[in-house]
């Protein structure tokens, strides 16, 4: 399956909001987690060290499917993200043995 790489932008509440969402969140990532499709999801961090986004690499089987999970994702429907977007991303590091 293709990698997509989601990017979630803090909007001004999104500290706040990350607070109040952050279960919801997380449990909305857990099938994807318990089929091995996550490469990586985490915050994305400002100088300051606070959250200010997220970033999640996972595979799906289409954009529109990686847009699809993005768009239903509670940062995204409950406002802790003022922007998202969706991406198809390949792996070129580390060099996988043919």
Known sequence: ??????IG?????GAELRKL?????LAG???LD?????RHAGPLR????APCGSLVVFDAESLAAAQA???ADPYVVEGVFA???VFETVVVFPKRDA
């Open 1 to 6: 399956m293709p990698l997509y790489a989601m």
């Open 9 to 13: 932008r803090d909007g001004p509440r």
């Open 21 to 25: 969402h952050r279960e919801a969140h």
């Open 29 to 31: 990532l857990a099938p």
């Open 34 to 38: 318990a089929a091995g499709r996550i």
């Open 46 to 49: 400002d100088a300051s060290g």
């Open 69 to 71: 999970l993005a768009a």
């Open 83 to 85: 922007s998202h977007e």
